[in-house]
């Protein structure tokens, strides 16, 4: 079992910048890759960023990587703090259109995965608001 706790959103103009945390739990965290992803009432849950499970080497992290949809990409960053078992993603020049609730999941695997439908665990969400 893992449980995942997002938190950071809130209330913030148009280019401003937020950070959000995804929190879980467990001794595994290093092999989990995680997602980001938001939605909106009305429409489809959108895929926004993820980081890679990390790749060990002579016991130390060797390999991680990112990707990001093309709406976020020099905007956002991803990023993971293993001995937190904590990622984050950073959000910068806001834009309104980025309003949405953003969940954090997670699925075992060492590749990049971009559909929801491939994460088994996810949070409960944290809204963000962009105002103009």
């Known amino acids: 079992q893992v449980q995942l706790v997002e938190s950071g959103g809130g209330l913030v103009q148009a280019g401003g910048s937020l950070r959000l945390s995804c929190a879980a739990s467990g001794r595994t965290f290093s092999s989990y890759a995680v997602g980001w992803f938001r939605q909106t009432p009305g429409k489809e849950r959108e895929f926004v960023a993820t980081?890679?499970?990390?790749?060990?080497?002579?016991?130390?992290?060797?390999?991680?990587?990112?990707y990001y949809t093309d709406s976020v990409k020099g905007r956002f960053t991803i990023s993971r703090d293993n001995a937190k078992n904590t990622v984050y993603l950073q959000m910068n020049s806001l834009k309104p259109e980025d309003t949405a609730v953003y969940y954090c999941a997670v699925k075992v695997g060492v590749g990049y995965y971009l559909r929801g439908s491939e994460y088994a665990y996810w949070g409960q969400g944290t809204q963000v608001t962009v105002s103009s």
């Open positions: 980081v890679t499970a990390i790749t060990w080497r002579a016991g130390n992290p060797y390999y991680t990587a990112s």
